[in-house]
């Protein structure tokens, strides 16, 4: 016989257990998370243990969406203290600065230097200057 004990259990696993049982995809979801999907499927079929659960609440504090994925030239300047992008230049132009000496731009480019998408240009911070060819490579020379 069902009495109104096993309704208020019934209750209390509805309203209180399960939410924090799928609390994981909840922050996930609310953190609009790049593994959403990973942390639900985690949280579904291994949250029952807590280290399923605790796997799936890490992921869900992971990267966001909307958290910026530098390419790997800006991460190595911010690793050297430099601002990406942003190239120091000499006064005439013709040689870039990186942190202890000066390179010539018609030999080589800052690794933190942005890119054009087709690969042949970088950005000074003012005009897009051509990518100088690697030594001894044969190089076509970009279009336009």
Known sequence: MITSGHY????FLLLVMVPIYFLPSFIAVGRH???TGIVFLINLVGGWTAVGWIVALILAF????????????????R???LTPSKVTLSPD????WDGSTWH????SVPPYARRSPDGY???????????????GASWTSPPG
């Open 8 to 11: 208020v259990f019934l209750l």
């Open 33 to 35: 998370c790049r593994n």
């Open 62 to 77: 992971g990267p966001t969406r909307n958290d910026p994925v530098l390419p790997i030239g800006q991460a190595y300047a």
């Open 79 to 81: 690793s050297l203290g």
């Open 93 to 96: 132009g013709r040689f870039w």
């Open 104 to 107: 010539d731009t018609e030999t």
């Open 121 to 135: 240009y970088w950005w000074d911070g003012a005009q897009w200057r051509v990518i100088p060819p690697p030594p």
